[in-house]
């Protein structure tokens, strides 16, 4: 497994998670645009910050789960796994 969450696994988390679906494509151009506006709420990314934790292993930082947008959260989190690593 990689040390980096890539566009692609946050797609499938938002799906797995979050029951929304967001093609990988269309997250990378809209990574800017509130997690809100592509409908995964408070409880979503909540659910998404528990996947990750149990798929690396790692407790996630506590602003992952109220980080506003896609890019926020990816750069959260892969600098916090790459601290890890």
């Known amino acids: 497994m990689t040390a980096q969450i890539t566009v692609e696994e946050l797609s499938g988390l938002m799906k797995k998670a979050a029951g929304v ?7 990378e151009q809209q990574s800017d645009v509130g997690f809100d506006v592509l409908g995964v709420d408070s409880l ?4 998404i910050v528990g996947e990750l934790e149990n798929r690396h292993g790692t407790p996630m930082p506590p602003d ?6 896609p890019r926020q959260f990816l750069d959260l989190v892969n600098s916090t796994l790459m601290a890890g690593a």
Do not use: S
């Not at 679906?21 to 997250?27: I, M, N, S, Y």
């Not at 979503?44 to 659910?47: A, F, M, N, S």
């Open 64 to 69: 992952a789960e109220r980080c506003r947008t």
């Open 44 to 47: 979503g990314l909540l659910g």
């Open 21 to 27: 679906t967001v093609a990988p494509q269309e997250l």
